[in-house]
Nanobody
C-alpha cells in the first residue's frame, strides 16, 4: 500500500492551496484518513481527519474555518483545501490511514 500526497508549493500568506492524497493497492473504505503536518524543528501534529464511510470530519483548532477536508469516493482520494494560509502553516504535510503515512508534500507560506 502506498500513499501519495501532492499539491504543496510556495504561496503567499492569504492565498489557498489544495492538497490531494491518493492510495494505491488499497481503498480508504472503512478507515479514517488524516492529514498531519510537521514544521521545521517541531513535532508532527494532527491537522484534519475524515471518516470515509460517514464523511464525519474533525479539525485541529488553528485550522478550523480555514481548512476543509473532503473526499472523492470514485477517485479514492482525500483532499485538504487550505484557505487564508498563514506563515505558521508552513510544514511538510502528510496524509495517513491505518497507521500508514505517505510521503509528505511541502507547503511554504511566505509573509
Amino acid at each position: 500500500v502506498q500513499l501519495q500526497a501532492s499539491g504543496g508549493g510556495l504561496v503567499q500568506a492569504g492565498t489557498s492551496l489544495r492538497l490531494s492524497c491518493a492510495t494505491s493497492g488499497d481503498t480508504f473504505r472503512g478507515y479514517t484518513v488524516g492529514w498531519f503536518r510537521q514544521a521545521p524543528g517541531k513535532e508532527r501534529e494532527f491537522v484534519a481527519a475524515i471518516r470515509w464511510n460517514s464523511g464525519t470530519t474533525s479539525y485541529e483548532d488553528s485550522v478550523k474555518g480555514r481548512f476543509t477536508i473532503s473526499k472523492d469516493n470514485a477517485k479514492n482520494t482525500v483532499y485538504l483545501q487550505m484557505n487564508s494560509l498563514k506563515p505558521e502553516d508552513t510544514a511538510v504535510y502528510y496524509c495517513a490511514f491505518n497507521d500508514i503515512y505517505g510521503q509528505g508534500t511541502l507547503v511554504t507560506v511566505s509573509s
